[in-house]
């Protein structure tokens, strides 16, 4: 060995590792973790991250040393020595690789199947996807918009979709799953943290794609019992429950609304909407009249078939025309009452 090599291989190759360490920890990449699952992710993450730091040093150590050490002289035109392979370099070069891919595997496989174990009792929530709103429906029966959930607790989520495919995803539990109609995928999330994290859509569904959000609300396991007992009053957030047939008015009106996407395209004050793919929803009356047809009739026809009639300047085939299948006649008539009611406020 040239004098002075071994120093300067170590010298590039400190430095390097430093820099991308720093790079790797200063700069924050990853949401802070709200779920044991999201814990143990984060561990393969830095498990991968610390193995590819030492490689990627390596290599700059070996490559840096190179070009410096044995760089030709300018006029030094003759051959380098023959080399005929160098069978330890080899096996070295192969074993250590394979070691470290292996070890990543069986990190990741224990992280996957303990990731994957809902445990004997976890609290079963359905979860279903439509264009462009989430409803999680608890063993009680209720459903509602948001997602409540107990501290510390196992939950396993029965995710399905009633139109196209979604994917349920709370960026700081990590986990991603689809949303496919006719089918039911799991997904397990024990939160760790309080707090209100985003429920996000993450697979283009339609043009409300941006808007398919939801809220996870993180309690403790008192706050959220008392939330489960009282039949989940609405949380300040202004969003409330839906689909129970007991309740009535324009709350349920609302929350029919709220939990079919419709404040994903439309406007509608009473809603605090602000939707813009569609129509205002809060002119109604002048629009019914326009398309020459009672106001609740015109609505309702709206809602069942988007493409009887389209408002000038708006396409047709955008609003989902699946309601008429979603909704039950009792959901849709509150609907209609609810935007007719709201509509002549607004005038
Ligand atoms: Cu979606």
């Not at 990449?29 to 999201?38: D, F, G, H, I, Q």
């Not at 809902?118 to 264009?131: C, R």
């Not at 994917?167 to 109609?181: H, T």
């Amino acid at each position: 060995m040239r004098r002075g090599t071994l120093p300067l291989l170590l010298g590039i190759g400190i430095v390097s590792a430093v820099i991308t360490a720093a790079v790797a920890y200063l700069i924050p990449w990853l949401p802070s973790p709200a779920s044991r699952e999201a814990g143990r992710i984060v561990f393969v993450y830095w498990f991968a991250e610390w193995i590819s730091i030492v490689v990627f040093a390596a290599v700059c150590a070996v490559l840096g040393t190179a070009i410096i050490k044995f760089r030709v002289k300018p006029d030094d035109l003759s051959d380098g020595p023959p080399i005929h392979g160098h069978t330890t370099l080899e096996v070295v070069w192969t074993a250590i690789p394979f070691v470290l891919v292996t070890a990543i595997t069986i990190v990741s496989a224990i992280v996957l199947a303990k990731n994957g174990d809902a445990g004997p009792n976890p609290l079963k929530i359905k979860v279903t996807g439509q264009q462009f709103a989430w409803e999680f429906t608890y063993p009680n029966g209720k459903t509602y918009t948001t997602l409540h959930l107990p501290v510390d607790q196992k939950v396993q989520l029965a995710i399905t979709s009633k139109d196209v495919i979604h994917s349920f995803w709370v960026p700081q539990m990590m986990q991603k799953q689809d949303a496919v109609p006719g089918q039911i995928n799991t997904l397990v999330i024990t939160p760790d943290k309080l707090g209100v994290y985003p429920v996000i859509c993450t697979e283009l569904c339609g043009l409300g794609h941006a808007l398919m959000r939801s809220e996870a609300i993180v309690t403790n396991t008192a706050q959220y019992a008392s939330w489960y007992k009282t039949g989940g009053a609405p949380p300040a957030t202004g969003v409330s429950t839906t689909g129970g047939s007991t309740a009535g008015g324009a709350d349920a009106g609302l929350s029919i609304f709220n939990a079919n996407g419709c404040a994903a395209c439309h406007t509608l004050a009473a809603a605090k909407a602000t939707g813009a793919v569609g129509p205002s929803l809060d002119e109604l009356k002048a629009e019914a009249a326009r398309a020459g047809e009672p106001l609740d009739a015109f609505i309702k026809d709206s809602i069942v078939d988007p493409d009887k009639y389209v408002e000038k300047t708006y396409q047709p085939n955008v609003m989902p025309a699946t309601y008429k299948d979603t909704l039950s006649s009792d959901q849709l008539d509150q609907l209609v009452q609810y935007l007719a009611t709201s509509s002549k406020d607004a005038n």
